[in-house]
């Protein structure tokens, strides 16, 4: 229960639904420093797999473009897809960044980035991030 819980918190904090995932696997890794590797895991992986859906929801957005409802104007969409094919690569090193890092995975569908490329440096950053959390969660009960 405790990996399905934490995937959960991963995967909702890489969509635009709110989550505190950094806060959970630190409260995991202060308990269970046993399993620090599965931790590490299980929380990249849900936060990947968040950041996928997004890809996927910004592949199929556009086929939408001429409702009503849609909610994002032609003039934003070219301006995103300028912004994003100007450092598109570069930027999806930032998908760890909350508030920023979510928009991105959904641009880089929207621009038909290659799948494989963004997987992997989508995987990359939040693997990193998440390493850093556990990292320093070590740090800090070394000095306590």
Known sequence: MTY????FSAFSSATLLPGSSEV??????????ETLFQLWLVATM???????VNYWLGLKM????????????PQQVMKA????????????LLS???IVG????LVAGLCKFRFWLFLLLVSMSKGA???????????IERLI
Do not use: E, K
């Open 4 to 7: 399905f819980g934490l995937f």
């Open 96 to 98: 760890w960044v909350p």
């Open 62 to 73: 556009m086929s939408y473009q001429h409702t009503s409802w849609f909610p994002i104007s």
């Open 46 to 52: 849900g936060n990947v797999l968040g950041s996928c």
């Open 24 to 33: 959970v696997l630190s409260a995991l890794a202060i308990n269970n420093r």
């Open 102 to 105: 979510d928009p991105l995975t």
């Open 129 to 139: 991030r998440y390493a850093f959390i556990i990292l320093g969660i070590m740090g």
């Open 81 to 92: 897809q300028q912004l994003f094919g100007r450092y598109g690569v570069w930027s999806l």
